[in-house]
């Protein structure tokens, strides 16, 4: 493989490179597609919050800190993952450092627009009250920070806004966003950025939901979505395509004209978790319905969905999980997954018909006019406080801190592999154990402690929302 080929120089070289520009993603039909290579783009990722919501500041978020993305983007690199998603994020925040890290380890970013303080969010049960100008700010501010970057691969315009607490008109706010989110990427961005919604997994709820974001409105055609992510826990231990109701949701989102994939994934009911999903999302039954998923989460917070531990000393210890998931990866069919399928990308948007909607969310598409001063902020640009991105140099690839096994011991040698120009990260078919001999006696369970109780959990977490709207709810209760 090239790839290979460049990795190896590159870390023949020791060389930061400041060429490498992953080529941008585009979406055709129903799949994402590498823009230049035109090889489809399924996502192998991770959710990347590290400190969670709550250590969000106005002024610092996940992708601010030279220092922790680099030691970040080194070992997800390893994990073989091309993506990341990233949830609350600060227009004025200096990313260029960051972007340029995971840019040059082949990793897109696929980003909320949304914040956890005020005016950072649409109200889902009063979106009417929180759709104006400061709201929008951060919205066009989020856009103006990222926009230039090459790996910026999407936004999302709202996550889990559509529940069953949500007022019932909510879509229509949804679609409201995304036609002014389009408007200002047409206006203020140098190409077409995807954006799109991520959604709660109400199953009454969701075949509609994708319909109604994805129909195409011939009065508002920019208020379309150009994919749909799903935030679902359905799969837990040892299930299977039929008990985790994965074959359903498969059924679901086979004729659904856009990307489908989960922005959240990996039920942790049966501990440690053993992936095993991850055969089936990219294998023969689902691939043509999904295109990947993102894998919650990076780092180990209160709610125990960890990849890694952060330490307090700025280490990271690698957790069973992490040992596991990358095994699954390192299964991939990788010729299969990046295979495009002239079907799938010429699939078109049907027009937007209210009687396809049988459950109670909206029927309308009387999408909400542009409310007072967001013309003028589209028109005009946004930029008051906010860090207009660029890629820079990366200037070093080694991270000061220290990566310890799931052993406790020191894995050398970690460090981010700048890829060249076209390369996406793919999984690299290493284990974990790096320079330590623990391979041999792997302890990393990945079967021991799953226990038979996987298919009975799933049974009731097909009704559970995501986390991201717990989430939202507990802070909101602040
Ligand atoms: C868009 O802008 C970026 C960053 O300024 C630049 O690197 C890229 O070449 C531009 N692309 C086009 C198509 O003009
Ligand atoms: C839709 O109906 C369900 C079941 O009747 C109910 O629980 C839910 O609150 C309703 N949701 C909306 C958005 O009206
Ligand atoms: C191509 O896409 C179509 C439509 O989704 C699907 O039925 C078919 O199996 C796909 N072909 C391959 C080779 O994956
Ligand atoms: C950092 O913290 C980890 C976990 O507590 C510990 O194992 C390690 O020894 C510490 N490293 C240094 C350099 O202090
Ligand atoms: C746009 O079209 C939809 C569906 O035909 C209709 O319900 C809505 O009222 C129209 N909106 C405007 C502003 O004309
Ligand atoms: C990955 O590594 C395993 C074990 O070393 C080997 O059997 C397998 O062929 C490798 N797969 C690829 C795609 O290189």
Redesign the pocket.
């Known amino acids: 493989m090239p790839l290979s080929y460049a990795k190896l120089l590159a870390a023949a070289c020791g060389l930061a490179s400041t060429a490498s520009a992953l080529h941008p993603l585009v979406v055709e039909g129903?799949d994402f597609v590498n823009s230049v290579t035109k090889d489809r783009f399924q996502i192998i990722g991770v959710d990347y919050q590290p400190g969670g919501s709550a250590a969000f500041k106005k002024t610092a978020d996940p992708l601010s800190d030279k220092d922790t993305c680099l030691r970040d983007a080194a070992v997800l690199q390893r994990l073989g993952v091309n993506a990341i998603r990233v949830y609350n994020l600060a227009p004025s925040a200096d990313h260029d450092a960051c972007a340029s890290i995971f840019n040059a380890a082949g990793i897109y970013m696929f980003l909320d627009v949304n914040s956890p303080l005020t005016n950072g969010a649409l109200d889902q049960t009063a979106p009417w009250t929180t759709y104006n100008h400061f709201y929008m700010q951060q919205v066009f501010g989020v856009i103006e920070a990222f926009k230039n970057y090459p790996n910026t691969a999407a936004f999302f315009s709202a996550n889990e806004v559509i529940s069953e607490s949500s007022t019932e008109n909510a879509g229509i706010y949804i679609r409201a966003v995304q036609r002014d989110m389009h408007q200002y990427i047409e206006k203020h961005a140098n190409r077409s950025i995807p954006v799109g919604y991520s959604a709660a997994d109400v199953r009454p709820l969701l075949v509609d939901t994708a319909y109604y974001l994805s129909c195409n409105l011939e009065n508002s055609t920019e208020s379309r979505s150009d994919f749909f992510g799903l935030n679902s826990y359905s799969w837990c231990g040892d299930a299977t395509y039929t008990s985790s109701g994965y074959n359903v949701l498969t059924q679901d989102f086979?004729d659904i004209s856009m990307p489908v994939f989960f922005s959240e994934t990996g039920c942790n009911n049966v501990k440690p978790r053993v992936f095993s999903e991850i055969e089936a999302i990219y294998g023969?039954d689902m691939?043509?319905s999904l295109s990947g998923a993102l894998v919650y989460e990076y780092s180990q917070e209160a709610n125990d969905y960890g990849l890694v531990v952060i330490n307090s000393n700025g280490s990271v210890s690698l957790r069973v999980d992490y040992d596991n998931l990358q095994k699954q990866y390192n299964k991939l069919d990788l010729k299969a997954i990046t295979?495009s399928?002239s079907?799938?990308t010429s699939m078109n948007a049907p027009t937007c018909n209210p009687d396809e909607i049988t459950s109670n969310i909206t029927k309308s598409f009387d999408i909400p006019k542009q409310v007072d001063g967001i013309d003028k902020l589209i028109a005009n640009g946004y930029t008051t406080d906010v860090h207009v991105g660029q890629l820079v140099d990366v200037t070093s690839t080694t991270p000061s801190q220290q990566v310890y096994d799931t052993n406790g011991n020191i894995i050398s040698g970690i460090k981010l592999n700048v890829l060249s120009d076209d390369a996406t990260n793919t999984p690299s078919n290493t284990t974990t154990s790096g320079s330590t001999s623990s391979s041999g006696t792997t302890t990393s369970g990945s079967s021991a402690a799953a226990t038979s109780s996987g298919a009975a959990s799933s049974l009731t977490a097909g009704s559970m929302t995501g986390i991201g709207g717990l989430l939202a709810f507990a802070l909101m209760a602040l």
Do not use: E, T
Request: charged letters at 20%; hydrophobic letters at 0%.
């Open positions: 129903k086979k023969p691939s043509s295979q399928n079907s799938q």
